[in-house]
């Protein structure tokens, strides 16, 4: 690229020869434009489908492309495609901005004011042409690619580019693609369909004058003009998208029509940009222009050589101040700002002002962008859901969370282990693998609690230590299983499960000896801890029916003890469901038993009895609370994620919550429902939230996840209405709530209270004893997130020695 | 702490001059000097010296100072015990009245001066202070017992120290252990994270030495409990068990000290259960915490029981002694050495007369239980004071309601 782009300063006509050495090339370029220009001809009359272009045109492509051939004769082509396809597309055009004679309007519309006109009587403006200078401004930076020409499958292009080599489709299919509609087009279409036919006499001025500007210009830099919005060439403010508005005051129409003849002229001559047409009347200066922006560019007769001249500043950057612009669209900078989201795979929060409009033309973006190695080609997720309108419309199944409870041994595990396989949620594979691995440390008969019991230590040891949660769908019902440990030294991690938990499943060892032992363990206990946190409904299996033969008489003793009990504990008879079953053979869960000896038993099986649950309702609409049942790494993607069941409210993708007590502020960057990809989450959900921007150390399991507009308080004491299990007096108990678990202290018996009517019964009592109701007050070591109403559990020395509501 | 001197004279005035040898006398010098007494140290202080021609210069003198105790701060962690309040006595480079705050050092010695004063200000030496100083100077000199407890769960523990008075929470690790997953097995590699943790902490605070050369003396080593509830302290146990046969040979000399045993919780809550245990009973039989914690229980569980034999509170307390229920055969008054602490002199004579009564009059036992000991704090739950009677005592519930108004 020799030639030189700098400022071409024309004193006088006389100078300009003098000026030649400087200003015009160099007959060794001008050779190699000759070659080049050939060579670009030849191209595209050998492409396909041939088009011819002018010499001039071809200059101008290789001028702006540097000379390279392959990007002139691309771009050329392109040009020349879609002039054809025009041509031939029925163009009825109409005009808009009809002239009404409606006159005078006193104050002129601001914005249809022609600025020509208004600068009409200042004197630089009527400067002879052979006195006036003509100023070029070289760009700044080589514009490489910019005009689109390059070729799409060769070379890397830049983001920029790339984003807008696909605006430019889009817009170009836009307006191929919906031919002129006959009413009111569109200005960009307008003036894209008038540039093949300028013969058409347009009965609108500025429209005419437009035209003929825009075929001047249209070559030499209509891939400049596509990068900008609209097509629209025309700076005028008459062609402002409001133009219909026929308030064309008298001021604005009149000149205009003065400057008919010259508009004309250009009209006749834009065919052949060549062709010098000497104005009449000198046109404002490119100066005036360039800042008003003109309808009739600078015309001052120039050599033709000088072809730059014609190229209007405006241009030459690529905008065009008055241009027209659909704001329907997105702008620009939302453009790059959301490809820049999606390639980065992050969601940015969504302009509430977007319209329908601006996402279908996101979505045309991210077409185009598919030629492009961008990886994430998801458009950027659906966000600012109304999640329970979602929750609405969604189709889910009905879901429910159940605990499986008893004491130490019971075969909760296998019991929950045989449902999972039988109902397929396990492969036989992967059971029969642990069958192999069981036997071989001796425990055969824990295979099926493999499937739950997964840590090492508990297959080790043959027990549950933590909740293990799983999952089976039945035909109308989608289960949670939450297992939870029977032994007594980790009722902390069942009182977690329990919180969980829409209902109960109370496993109890029938043989021998073993019911009674449970019945004074853990049966109990976890029977009280269920029913004081919440849970209305139980289903008693009573299983391990084959060691005793399948005796009724046992099941009837053990159903008559065991809801006695449990109607004491607070259940209603209603509410008590008995199975008999076999965890290990299967019986009664699933299928019916085979065994004759347990032919007595007609009534439901264990799934059959699960399947009665109802639909359980959870507080959507209160704020967000959710306890945080453990934190890990999910993996090399969501390096910090936390597990839990939402106890109210809702979420979703991108929100900011509020980790308490910590307090510090984390980004929601994906959810996971039951183990599947979602946007939302409502309350009673188990979900995995996979966190950004919080280091894990102020994540612990029994924080609380809240909002910043609804936060959790921190409290380190406060009074609770309580159900004594043992003696109650001031002394030091570990408060539960969920996976909460922290020490504090009984500090005050504030009363005993009457069971029924909360009537207080005796004030600040010494000690209060099992089963009657008090009004304590707990002090805690540390400040804790809870909040009234919430169950909470008191334990001391591995007893449950109360449970109760926070007032 | 040895007694170099003891002027206590009859009315109770006097003063006695005490060594310090071990970090549990600083807590027993806590407890022996009041706001009030005159305390006599040596002391460093920063001495400002102003020059005729302006210029100052400043050097650090050592000073023997008397002052007359304005406040107690005491570090439990460190063992630490400073005592501020005005100096008395003139030196060259001190005035009278100026503020001082004297730091107890171990090995050094300090006179401590109890005065009665003739309107009663204060309270000399009375049989609460003679019994505490006593408790300090130990003459039977079998106190040695002391252990090491590391109370855990998943993802916590507690090591303290357990002493004849006073039960120190050295160091608490948290740390955030996965939970068992389906297909994860972040769980076993954060407990083994967690042990590896605690076991360097401990050994910090306990000075142990895990290089070989430190030889095979196995005597300077004291019991460490570990206790947890579940298989947390056993799979402790196991890790030191591993690394000592791999990795710090040196920690061989630990292992036969180490005791598991059960807890409800990782917390300082479930320490009395394990102080109750067989294991630990047998390892620390002849401390005062294992008496105190075994009077505790027998009182909880007349309290369970409802027999009325058991009664907590100061004025119910108060109101059982009156009724002498607090005597010969079985009278027990638990009280909480926190009463004694008390700034107000009025409140003292209050509990020392009480103590004094039950001892000299009614021929009841008197136990003071150390605040800082698990069972000093589940007493300090109650009030700070409880009794076992000898006879049943009904509440008199018109008594507790009037209280309320009052305290209202």
Redesign the interface.
Known sequence: MSRHRVKAVGYDDDDFEDDDGYDSPDPEEQEFLQQCTASVQAELRAGQPAVTATTQEIHDALWHYYNDIEKSVNYLRGKKEKELKKTQAPAAQKNKGQMVPGFPAPIPDESSLSVTEFFRDCPWLNVSAHRKADILIQPLHPRLGLLGGAPEAGGKMSKLAALAAARKKKESEKSTGTPETPSTPKPSERAEGQTPKPSDTPLSLSQRLAASKLSKTSESSGGLRRLGKASTSTSSPARRPSAPVPSKSPVHAEPERESEPAGQKETEAAPEPEQVVPSIRAPPSTFASAILGSTAGPTVAEPSHVKSTDVDILEIYGQQHAEPFDFTAPSPDDVVMNAQSTAKGFKAKPGTSKTAGGQKGQADIAGGMKDLSVEEKVTVKSKNLDVLAEYGKSTRKKSANFVVIGHVDAGKSTLMGRLLADQGAIDRRTLDKYKIEAEKIGKGSFALAWVLDQGSEERARGVTIDIATNKFETENTSFTIVDAPGHRDFVPNMIAGASQADFAVLVIDSSVGKFESGLKGQTKEHALLVRSMGVQKIIVAVNKMDAVQWDIERFQEIEQQISAFLTTAGFQPKNISFVPCSGVLGDNITRRSEDPKSAWHQGRTLIEELETSERFTHSLDKPLRMTIGDVFRGGVQNPLSISGRLDSGSLQMGDQILIMPSGESALVRSIEVDGEPSDWAVAGQNVVLNLANIDPIHLRSGDVVCRASAPIKTITTFTTKVLAFEHLMPMQVDVHRGRLHVPGRISKLVASLDKASGATLKKRPKVVAPGTVARVEVELDQAVPLEAPTRIVLRAGGNTVAAGLLE | MRLIKNKIEHGGSGEVTLCPEEPEDMWHAYNLIRPGDLLRASAIRRVTTVQDTGSTSSARVHLNLVIRVKNLDFDPQSSQLHVSGQIINETAHTKIGQFHTLDLELNRNFTLEKEVGADGEGVGWDSVAVEQLKDAVDEGGKRRAEAVAVVMQEGLAHICFIGQFQTIMKQKV?M?V???????G???KGMNKFYRVTLETLLRQMDFNTSITSGTNTDGVRPVLLAS???VAA?FHKYIQSEAATTTPGLKRLLPSIVVV?S??G????L??VLQSPAVKTLLADTKYARETKLMDDF?DQ??K?TNKA???PR?VESAVDQGAVGRGGGVLLVSNKLFRSQDVAERKRWVSLVDRVRDVEGGEVRVLSSDHESG??LE???GIAALLTFPVV?E?VD??AE?VNSN
Request: aromatic share 6%; net charge negative.
């Open positions: 948290e955030s996965p939970r068992k997953r389906q297909g994860g972040d769980h076993d509830p579940g298989f799979g059960h409800a919780s917390y300082l809550n479930s009395s259960e909880l309290l369970r409802e009664t907590y509170g119910e704090k589940r739950g109650l009030g509440d519930d507790s309601d309320e």
